[in-house]
């Protein structure tokens, strides 16, 4: 018995054993490099040499004005798109579920922006929100019957600017929740529902007892992602305003970390690596905390 039982664990790990080396030699490896190249003080690419080992790129970084403009943004971003886009996207969510006819058809038309290149969108917001010499925009059309504007959205002050951004990425965002929020309330027993109306329960109380509760994991589930993918924005950006997001001040960090690579500033991957650390050690912090609140109010 025990030959045989080594036989299949012989057997299970070899199945693994593709996955395991193409995480290792693609994701577990790159992180030990960048860990590495983050500690190593004027590293050349291509030498192949620095000046010594220390602190001095964490400290650089932290002190440097355009990865703290860039940091502010990204915690901005975060802030107000996560939780905004989970409401609206429940609401949107729960108003879909409760539509029998054309419903396949909201749907469909909800889930088309995730399915549209993330550039064509950003060209299209700027084309909504840019003021140029031949017109305003639509917005500040819209801004201009209420007698408000014209604003600049796009090259404007930094709270419009700012204000494009976390529209552009909610909408960009909305079709994935809504997707996984409108799977999950169809998949929540019925017979909760019926015996809820027997009681005569209210139509909030039910949402609030039965709904969340029931659909707490997906929701969980969403705001660890969306908290991951808010961080790591930088395409939603360059969409809309160029790649020139330092001179914008509309930069991320992970736009920060290409620059230090690629950019105007670039060929710093000592630093690049120190920026992307302190983003994983950002992004691992958030997200062990939302697993410590879980452990409460998610029900599985």
Known sequence: MAGKKDTNNLKGWLYLLPAILFLGFFMVYPLIDVFIYSFEEGYNSASQTSFGVGLYNYSYVLHDPYFLQALKNTFILVIITVPLSTVIALLISVGLNSITP???LYQTVYFLPYVTNTLAVGLVFMILFKKTAYTDGL??????WFGKGPIDFIDGPYWAKMFVLCFYTIWVVMPFKVLILTSALASVNQDYYN????????????????????????IFYLVITGFIGAFKAYSDAVALFTTNLNAAEMNTIVGYVYDMLYGDSGGYPSYASAAAIILFAVVFTITLINLSISRKNVHY
């Open 139 to 144: 917005a500040n059309l819209i801004l201009a």
């Open 195 to 218: 015996a809820a109306k027997v009681d005569g329960t209210s139509a909030f109380r039910t949402f609030r007892k039965i709904t969340l509760p029931m659909i707490s994991p997906m």
């Open 102 to 104: 054309l419903k396949k």
